[in-house]
Each structure stands twice: as structure tokens, then as C-alpha cells.
């Protein structure tokens, strides 16, 4: 009888196999140090090969450029505390700023810490300093070569196969979110289901890039197709936010019969729904049916009279982002036929994507980089000036990997962190010092690795649980410094007991750069910057005339307009900690209402860049200028108000003011229209306009919409003080 | 009388008294900043942070001077 084995007890021997043979392998060698090359095997070992390759690739790239770092650093601050402080600080700090992007995260926080750890090995005898940069350097190669054969050899499990799934789940999860936002336009849609499509698009779409950076490193069709695949990413984001535009663009009025207006929408409907269609068979290997093309949509005139001059406006909008999703859809029909050799001709083309500056500073991230310049101040303060400091120089190497990963997300409470790894030292100290002094050779040692290593990762399989894994295998090999001539000390253990509640103290303390980490009031700044934002994109000549500017107005027009579309994800992040237990009158889906209307308030800021960048209002309509200045000191003071304080929005008093601005508007447009001859205004020039309207009610309606949602809140709690 | 400063040995450890005077420091202020937050009391003041560490600060000194001899 044969017991199948699960693939958390698969995955918890891969480790633990792994790091008994590179701990083993490193004795025998007799290297120094072999808890260096555990560290390798614990952090790179993940779900599937490639993604194991991928990290440990970052890994080893890391360790060279931290080593290539710290060498330099050592040599040009020779017997200079102070300078050598200055340039290491410096190269933390400018890791930090780096592991907050996108991409190569882990590269940068382990050339930060690589750095740290053979500064202050190699620092204090700097004639080490090389030989412990070659010897971190082989711990770690070694480590990853033995995760990796193992990994490989061992129950492989390729992401290819995860990938293609994800990527049948993102095109399903398309087409159902097309056909539900479709359902909406037509009146009988589920504007719930649309919502609870629209988040797990962008969960999907956010574990697709992963994936795809995992399959190319282990699968092989996918490696060498991975500039296609990279194009049909490119180009699913960008149907996702052109669908999600859309839906924002007539989501909150359904009073139009858009079937009457536009004749061709039903046959419109058909094709787009059998393209999505067919991409989904393609990617599972059905042969498609030659693209059919789309008709023009061009509203019925005569229904069009009956409309009034917003709604003429919101159906301009509405036509507009429908044929971009059109041709989004074309795309990626052409981009999955090419990737699936149906040879058909139009292989698609990538998204276009917005050039701009090529640097933008990103506050949250330069204040991770101040934050953590703070914390390596103060550590390096204390091994000078107070005697008897835990850890000496080892200090800084501990303090420097803690305090580059909570850097980014002072909110976190350190006390949630102390708890596991106390829990590690306390772990690792009764094995260290009851267990280890009995045992006799490698084969009694191996197997206490094997079964310490497979307890942990078993019980912490879970990604939830990666800090409790991280602290308990670190703390093991930290405190039990297996080497080959083994020596027992309790200072080991009291040192390593009492470094930690120090770093943790630091980090506490560093957390409150600008000012309080409580996650409530982080979002209440992040909303601040929200609407600065708003208020400069509103009034920036530039964005305005959408004149191409240059040097510093052209960099300060970028920085505000991609505030603008990373605030709501921000703050979406944030919502999970706000503990609405300690807010009376405050609710997880009241915030997460907040969020969606600043999410939407920001599609609508987009729509506004983007219509005033494309087109100007006909020289024959210019007499509603008047009002459209009107409207924009009304908006313009609104996000002034907000900006000073985010609380303070009045939703009927934002509701009375801009609909009275925009009914004269309305009203002015339509005796303008009227007093025009016939002919005198194109009907290009007529969509462009009403495209301009639509823009301006949209951004109104939006913010009308977030000053609703902040009302129930109840935010007097939110500005009393408190201890965390 | 105040009480002549001691090591205390746990286990065959010898800790100073400070560090036993700010253990029992630390752990008389988050029972206080509990009560000061149950009664939102700190509402009064404008750092909290601050004031946390002036508490462990306090009890520290009063609990070293008084109690363990530090």
C-alpha cells in the first residue's frame, strides 16, 4: 500500500533535504560559517521551481553587488567611523528606495544586508574583508545550487502549468465582466457581480505578472515566447482598465435606452463577445474563425434629439472607450492566435504605454530610505557610545535586514513582529543548548537539521506564515552556529535574546518618521495627497492645454497625475489594519467604499487629462468657457478643502453647487447649439465637445460620490490621540 | 530604607538590576497606557510615543530606586 504524500509534506523535505546536504556539504568542505548557506536554502525555497530560480537568482546577484558594495565602502573609509557611516547609510537607504519598486525587490533588500553583514564582519579586520566576501559569496552559491538540483530533481513542480491556468482564469474572468458590464449598459445588468469581477480581475492580474516571471525561468515553450506573452500582459492590463473605465463612465446612470440610440451596439455586442470568446478556446487549442470586424458605432440621429446635453456627453465617453476596448480585444486576438501558431496575419500590437520622466520620486519610498538611515544612525550610536552594547558590530548587521524590511510599512507594529521572533530564539535556545551538546558526528546532527527544518516549514507553509518560518529557521542557525569545531556559550543565547527586543525598539522608534505610523492616520495623510494632487492636476496649465512641457513642470505634472493612480491602491492596502474595533463608527466596508469612490474619482481625473490633452473645445462653442471656469473654481475649492482636511466634504453641499454649475452649463451649451446654423458645428467637433463634458460631469458625479461615502464615518475618533 | 543595589542570578545568570528595574518598567507602563487608552484619556496628550517612553523612563527610575536597588 502506498500513502500519497500532500504537497506541503512534499515541499517541507525538499527544504529540509536541501539544507542538510549544503549544511553538510559546507563542513566537510570545511568552510566557515555554514549558517550562511542554511540562509540560502530557507529564503530561496518556494512553490515552484521557477520561482525558486527566479529568487534565487535576485539572491545570488544580490550578494554580489552587496559584497562589490561593501568592499568599496571598506576601502574608502579606512579608519573613519564617520564616513564609513555616511556611505553605508548612504547604500542602505538607496536599497531601500529601490526595494519599494516593482521589480527586482529582493535583489536590492539582499545587496542592502549582504552588505551590512561583511561590513561588519570584514570592517572590524579588514584584512577579512575579502575573504569573508568569498566566503558569504560560495555559502550562498552553494545554497541555491543544492535548493536547486533538489528542487528540480525531486517532485519538480513547473510554473507552466500554473501560468497557463492563471491566464484561462484572467481571459474567463474578462469575458464574464464584459458580458456583466454589457448587461448594466442595457439596463438588466448586476452592478454587485460586476464589482466582485472587477476585484478579482485585479487580484488575477496582479499574480499573472509573478507567474509569468516564474514559468519563463522553468518552461520552456514559455521562455522562448515570452516577449508575446509579455505583449498579451501588457495587453489584458490594459483591456482590464479600459473595461473598468467604462463601467465607471455610465455605471452610475442607467436612465439612457442605449440599445434604441445605437443601432449597431446589439451586433457590436456579438463580435466582441465572440472574440473573447474565441481567445478563451485558442488559449485551451480550438482554432478560431477569421476575425469578424466591428461597425462603426454611430448613434441614431434622431434618438439622439431626445437626449440632453450630459447625456449626449456620457454617450460620448461611452462610444469612445468602447471602440479603445475594441481595439484592445483585436489585439489580443491577434497577440494569443500568434502565440498559438493559428497563423493568422495581425500578430496585434502592445498597448501603447505612457513615456514621461524617466525618474519620479515616490514619497512612501524616500521616507522608507530616510526611516531606515534613522534606524542604522541609532544602532551605530548605541555600539559607539554605550558599553556593553548586545551583538557589537553584529548589531548593525541584524539591525539592517529588520529595518530595511519594515521600512516600507511603519504601520506594522513591531510588537506583532517581536512575538515570533522571540519565539524563534526561545525555540532555538532549548535546542542549543539541551539537544546539540549530546549529539555526536553529522549523521545525529543531519538528522536534527532535517527534522527541525521540515517542523518548521510544515507548520508555516502556509505564505501568511513566511515571517514565522523566516524567524525560526534564521534563529536556529544564528544561535546554534554549527560549525566543525562546535562550541556552546549561554552569551550566545542572551546576546541574541536581547539584540532583538533592542532592533524592534529602534525600528519603533524610526516608524514615527514624518509622524504617527498609526495606519488610520496614514491614510488620512495618503487622502490629503490625494486631493493636492487633484487640485494641481486641475490646475496645472500644462495638463490643461495638454502642452507637452518640459524639465521641472513636466516632472512635478508626472508625479502628480501617478499620485493620483497609486494613492487609491495605497490606501486599499491600508484598509486591513485599520483596527475598526478602536474607531466607534467606523467600518472595513465603509473604508473600502471610500477607496472604490477614490478609485473612481481618479479614473475620472484621467479621463479629464486625457480628453483636455486630446482635444480642445470647438472655437464655436468657447461662450460656455465662462461656466466651465465656474465649474472648476467649485471643483478646485472643493479639493483645496479636502486636502486640508479629507473629513470636512459635504455631499450636498458639493451635490448643490455643481449641479447648479452644470445645469447653466447645460443650459448655456444648448442655446448655444440652438443659435448655431445647421452645419456650422461638425459633428467631430460636436463628439470632441460633448467628450470634454463628459469628462468635467464625470469628475463632478465622482466627487459628489466620495463625499457620500465619507459621511457615515464617524471621524472624531480618527483625530483623538491614542497609545498603539 | 532604600534597598542596597544586587545582582539577581536566575539559573546561574547574573542580570544587572537595571535590567530587571526596566523589564518590570516596561511592563507597569503598557499596563497604564492600557488603562490611559481603555479611559481615552490619551486624548490629553499631544505625543503618545513620547509619553511611553517617559513612562518606561519613570517607572524604571521608581522601581529601581525604590523597590530593587538599581
Given at each position: 500500500?502506498?500513502?500519497?504524500?500532500?504537497?506541503?509534506?512534499?515541499?517541507a523535505?525538499?527544504?529540509?533535504?536541501?539544507?542538510?546536504?549544503?549544511?553538510?556539504?559546507?563542513?566537510?568542505?570545511?568552510?566557515?560559517?555554514?549558517?550562511?548557506?542554511?540562509?540560502?536554502?530557507?529564503?530561496?525555497?518556494?512553490?515552484?521551481?521557477?520561482?525558486?530560480?527566479n529568487?534565487?537568482?535576485?539572491?545570488?546577484?544580490?550578494?554580489?553587488?552587496?559584497?562589490?558594495?561593501?568592499?568599496?565602502?571598506?576601502?574608502?573609509?579606512?579608519?573613519?567611523?564617520?564616513?564609513?557611516?555616511i556611505?553605508?547609510?548612504?547604500?542602505?537607504?538607496?536599497?531601500?528606495?529601490?526595494?519599494?519598486?516593482?521589480?527586482?525587490?529582493?535583489?536590492?533588500?539582499?545587496?542592502?544586508?549582504?552588505c551590512?553583514?561583511?561590513?561588519?564582519?570584514?570592517?572590524?579586520?579588514?584584512?577579512?574583508?575579502?575573504?569573508?566576501?568569498?566566503?558569504?559569496?560560495?555559502?550562498?552559491?552553494?545554497?541555491?545550487?543544492?535548493?536547486?538540483?533538489?528542487?528540480?530533481?525531486?517532485?519538480?513542480?513547473?510554473?507552466?502549468?500554473?501560468?497557463?491556468?492563471?491566464?484561462?482564469?484572467?481571459?474567463?474572468?474578462?469575458?464574464?465582466?464584459?458580458?456583466?458590464?454589457?448587461?448594466?449598459?442595457?439596463?438588466?445588468?448586476d452592478?454587485?457581480?460586476?464589482?466582485?469581477?472587477?476585484?478579482?480581475?485585479?487580484?488575477?492580474?496582479?499574480?499573472?505578472?509573478?507567474?509569468?516571471?516564474?514559468a519563463?525561468?522553468?518552461?520552456?515553450?514559455?521562455r522562448?515566447?515570452?516577449?508575446?506573452?509579455?505583449?498579451?500582459?501588457?495587453?489584458?492590463?490594459?483591456?482590464?482598465?479600459?473595461?473598468?473605465?467604462?463601467?465607471?463612465?455610465?455605471?452610475?446612470?442607467?436612465?439612457?435606452?442605449?440599445?434604441?440610440?445605437?443601432?449597431?451596439?446589439?451586433?457590436?455586442?456579438?463580435?466582441?463577445?465572440?472574440?473573447?470568446?474565441?481567445?478563451?478556446?485558442?488559449?485551451?487549442?480550438?482554432?478560431?474563425?477569421?476575425?469578424?470586424?466591428?461597425?462603426?458605432?454611430?448613434?441614431?440621429?434622431?434618438?439622439?434629439?431626445?437626449?440632453?446635453?450630459?447625456?449626449?456627453?456620457?454617450?460620448?465617453?461611452?462610444?469612445?472607450?468602447?471602440?479603445?476596448?475594441?481595439?484592445l480585444?483585436?489585439?489580443?486576438?491577434?497577440?494569443?492566435?500568434?502565440?498559438?501558431?493559428?497563423?493568422?496575419?495581425?500578430?496585434?500590437?502592445?498597448?501603447?504605454?505612457?513615456?514621461?520622466p524617466?525618474?519620479?520620486?515616490?514619497?512612501?519610498?524616500?521616507?522608507?530610505?530616510?526611516?531606515?538611515?534613522a534606524?542604522?544612525?541609532?544602532?551605530?550610536?548605541?555600539?559607539?557610545?554605550?558599553?556593553?552594547?548586545?551583538?557589537?558590530a553584529?548589531?548593525?548587521?541584524?539591525?539592517?535586514?529588520?529595518?530595511?524590511?519594515?521600512?516600507?510599512t511603519?504601520?506594522?507594529?513591531?510588537?506583532?513582529?517581536?512575538?515570533?521572533?522571540?519565539?524563534?530564539?526561545?525555540?532555538a535556545?532549548?535546542?542549543?543548548?539541551?539537544?546539540?551538546?549530546?549529539?555526536?558526528?553529522?549523521?545525529?546532527?543531519?538528522?536534527?537539521?532535517?527534522?527541525?527544518?521540515?517542523?518548521?516549514?510544515?507548520?508555516?507553509?502556509?505564505?501568511?506564515?513566511?515571517?514565522?518560518?523566516?524567524?525560526?529557521?534564521?534563529?536556529?542557525?544564528?544561535?546554534?552556529?554549527?560549525?566543525?569545531?562546535?562550541?556552546?556559550?549561554?552569551l550566545?543565547?542572551?546576546?541574541?535574546?536581547?539584540?532583538?527586543?533592542?532592533?524592534?525598539?529602534?525600528?519603533?522608534?524610526?516608524?514615527?518618521?514624518?509622524?504617527?505610523?498609526?495606519?488610520?492616520?496614514?491614510?488620512?495623510?495618503?487622502?490629503?495627497?490625494?486631493?493636492?494632487?487633484?487640485?494641481?492636476?486641475?490646475?496645472?496649465?500644462?495638463?490643461?492645454?495638454?502642452?507637452?512641457?518640459?524639465?521641472?513642470?513636466?516632472r512635478?505634472?508626472?508625479?502628480?497625475?501617478?499620485?493620483?493612480?497609486?494613492l487609491?491602491?495605497?490606501m486599499?492596502?491600508?484598509?486591513?489594519?485599520?483596527?475598526?474595533?478602536?474607531?466607534?463608527?467606523?467600518?472595513?466596508?465603509?473604508?473600502?467604499?471610500?477607496v472604490?469612490?477614490?478609485?473612481?474619482?481618479?479614473?475620472?481625473?484621467?479621463?479629464?487629462?486625457?480628453?483636455?490633452?486630446?482635444?480642445?473645445?470647438?472655437?464655436?462653442?468657447?461662450?460656455?468657457?465662462?461656466?466651465?471656469?465656474?465649474?472648476?473654481?467649485?471643483?478646485?475649492?472643493?479639493?483645496?478643502?479636502?486636502?486640508?482636511?479629507?473629513?470636512?466634504?459635504?455631499?450636498?453641499?458639493?451635490?448643490?453647487?455643481?449641479?447648479?454649475?452644470?445645469?447653466?452649463?447645460?443650459?448655456?451649451?444648448?442655446?448655444?447649439?440652438?443659435?448655431?446654423?445647421?452645419?456650422?458645428?461638425?459633428?467631430?467637433?460636436?463628439?470632441?465637445?460633448?467628450?470634454?463634458l463628459g469628462?468635467?460631469?464625470?469628475?463632478?458625479?465622482?466627487?459628489?460620490?466620495?463625499?457620500?461615502?465619507t459621511?457615515?464615518?464617524?471621524?472624531?475618533?480618527?483625530?483623538?490621540?491614542?497609545?498603539? | 530604607?532604600?534597598?542596597?543595589?544586587?545582582?539577581?542570578?536566575?539559573?546561574?545568570?547574573?542580570?544587572?538590576?537595571?535590567?530587571?528595574?526596566?523589564?518590570?518598567?516596561?511592563?507597569?507602563?503598557?499596563?497604564?497606557?492600557?488603562?490611559?487608552?481603555?479611559?481615552?484619556?490619551?486624548?490629553?496628550?499631544?505625543?503618545?510615543?513620547?509619553?511611553?517612553?517617559?513612562?518606561?523612563?519613570?517607572?524604571?527610575?521608581?522601581?529601581?530606586?525604590?523597590?530593587?536597588?538599581?
Open positions: 500500500m502506498t500513502m500519497a504524500l500532500t504537497t506541503r509534506t512534499k515541499e523535505i525538499k527544504t529540509a533535504l536541501a539544507m542538510t546536504i549544503a549544511v553538510g556539504i559546507s563542513l566537510f568542505m570545511g568552510w566557515d560559517k555554514p549558517m550562511w548557506t542554511a540562509f540560502a536554502v530557507a529564503f530561496v525555497s518556494l512553490a515552484t521551481v521557477g520561482q525558486s530560480l529568487k534565487a537568482t535576485l539572491r545570488m546577484m544580490g550578494t554580489l553587488a552587496g559584497a562589490v558594495a561593501a568592499l568599496a565602502i571598506i576601502g574608502l573609509s579606512p579608519q573613519d567611523r564617520w564616513l564609513f557611516l556611505l553605508y547609510s548612504f547604500w542602505i537607504s538607496l536599497c531601500t528606495y529601490m526595494m519599494g519598486g516593482v521589480k527586482n525587490q529582493y535583489f536590492w533588500h539582499v545587496a542592502g544586508f549582504v551590512g553583514i561583511i561590513c561588519m564582519d570584514g570592517g572590524v579586520n579588514s584584512e577579512n574583508a575579502f575573504q569573508i566576501t568569498m566566503l558569504r559569496t560560495q555559502q550562498t552559491g552553494l545554497g541555491i545550487l543544492v535548493y536547486g538540483l533538489i528542487s528540480a530533481l525531486l517532485w519538480p513542480n513547473d510554473s507552466g502549468r500554473k501560468f497557463t491556468d492563471s491566464v484561462n482564469e484572467l481571459t474567463s474572468t474578462q469575458h464574464h465582466f464584459y458580458r456583466a458590464c454589457m448587461a448594466i449598459l442595457r439596463g438588466n445588468g452592478p454587485e457581480k460586476a464589482e466582485s469581477l472587477q476585484l478579482q480581475l485585479l487580484q488575477q492580474k496582479s499574480s499573472l505578472g509573478q507567474l509569468l516571471d516564474a519563463e525561468a522553468d518552461t520552456y515553450d514559455i522562448v515566447q515570452r516577449q508575446q506573452w509579455r505583449d498579451f500582459q501588457q495587453q489584458a492590463n490594459a483591456l482590464t482598465t479600459s473595461m473598468v473605465r467604462w463601467l465607471d463612465d455610465f455605471g452610475g446612470d442607467t436612465a439612457i435606452d442605449y440599445d434604441r440610440l445605437i443601432p449597431g451596439l446589439k451586433s457590436f455586442d456579438e463580435i466582441i463577445d465572440q472574440r473573447l470568446d474565441q481567445v478563451e478556446g485558442m488559449l485551451k487549442g480550438q482554432a478560431p474563425e477569421p476575425l469578424r470586424e466591428t461597425a462603426r458605432l454611430n448613434p441614431d440621429p434622431a434618438a439622439l434629439q431626445s437626449l440632453t446635453v450630459f447625456q449626449k456627453a456620457e454617450l460620448a465617453v461611452c462610444l469612445n472607450q468602447m471602440e479603445e476596448f475594441e481595439s480585444s483585436r489585439s489580443i486576438f491577434g497577440t494569443v492566435s500568434h502565440l498559438k501558431d493559428f497563423g493568422l496575419p495581425d500578430a496585434g500590437q502592445p498597448a501603447p504605454t505612457a513615456s514621461g524617466a525618474f519620479i520620486p515616490d514619497l512612501e519610498r524616500l521616507m522608507s530610505a530616510v526611516r531606515v538611515t534606524t542604522i544612525w541609532l544602532a551605530f550610536l548605541g555600539i559607539v557610545y554605550i558599553e556593553g552594547w548586545p551583538g557589537g553584529g548589531f548593525l548587521a541584524m539591525a539592517t535586514p529588520i529595518g530595511m524590511a519594515l521600512a516600507g511603519p504601520q506594522v507594529s513591531a510588537r506583532l513582529l517581536l512575538a515570533p521572533a522571540l519565539t524563534g530564539v526561545l525555540f535556545s532549548v535546542i542549543y543548548i539541551f539537544i546539540m551538546p549530546s549529539l555526536a558526528g553529522y549523521a545525529e546532527l543531519g538528522l536534527l537539521i532535517f527534522l527541525f527544518t521540515f517542523f518548521i516549514c510544515y507548520r508555516y507553509s502556509e505564505p501568511k506564515d513566511s515571517l514565522g518560518r523566516a524567524f525560526g529557521l534564521a534563529m536556529f542557525f544564528a544561535i546554534a552556529s554549527i560549525s566543525n569545531e562546535q562550541s556552546y556559550s549561554f550566545v543565547v542572551a546576546n541574541t535574546a536581547l539584540m532583538m527586543p533592542l532592533v524592534f525598539l529602534i525600528v519603533a522608534i524610526t516608524a514615527h518618521i514624518p509622524s504617527s505610523p498609526r495606519p488610520e492616520r496614514i491614510f488620512l495623510r495618503l487622502m490629503k495627497r490625494f486631493f493636492r494632487s487633484c487640485d494641481y492636476v486641475l490646475s496645472s496649465r500644462e495638463i490643461e492645454a495638454g502642452k507637452q512641457s518640459a524639465g521641472r513642470d513636466a512635478r505634472a508626472a508625479f502628480h497625475t501617478r499620485e493620483l493612480a497609486m487609491p491602491q495605497k486599499s492596502g491600508l484598509v486591513p489594519q485599520i483596527d475598526s474595533g478602536k474607531l466607534p463608527g467606523t467600518t472595513t466596508a465603509q473604508l473600502n467604499s471610500i472604490t469612490s477614490l478609485q473612481s474619482l481618479s479614473e475620472r481625473m484621467q479621463t479629464l487629462i486625457e480628453a483636455n490633452s486630446q482635444i480642445q473645445a470647438p472655437r464655436q462653442l468657447r461662450d460656455v468657457v465662462p461656466d466651465a471656469v465656474d465649474w472648476k473654481a467649485s471643483v478646485q475649492a472643493a479639493f483645496v478643502k479636502l486636502s486640508t482636511d479629507p473629513t470636512s466634504s459635504d455631499a450636498a453641499l458639493y451635490h448643490s453647487r455643481l449641479s447648479s454649475i452644470m445645469a447653466v452649463m447645460e443650459q448655456h451649451v444648448q442655446n448655444q447649439l440652438n443659435t448655431l446654423a445647421e452645419g456650422k458645428v461638425s459633428a467631430q467637433d460636436g463628439e470632441k465637445f460633448y467628450r470634454l469628462a468635467w460631469r464625470g469628475v463632478s458625479e465622482a466627487l459628489v460620490a466620495f463625499a457620500d461615502s459621511m457615515p464615518v464617524k471621524w472624531t475618533p480618527w483625530r483623538e490621540e491614542r497609545f498603539t | 530604607m532604600m534597598p542596597t543595589p544586587h545582582e539577581f542570578v536566575l539559573g546561574g545568570v547574573y542580570m544587572p538590576p537595571m535590567l530587571v528595574a526596566a523589564f518590570f518598567g516596561l511592563l507597569a507602563t503598557v499596563g497604564s497606557v492600557k488603562l490611559i487608552n481603555r479611559f481615552r484619556l490619551a486624548n490629553y496628550f499631544s505625543h503618545p510615543a513620547v509619553v511611553f517612553l517617559a513612562l518606561v523612563v519613570i517607572y524604571t527610575i521608581i522601581i529601581g530606586t525604590f523597590f530593587i536597588g538599581a
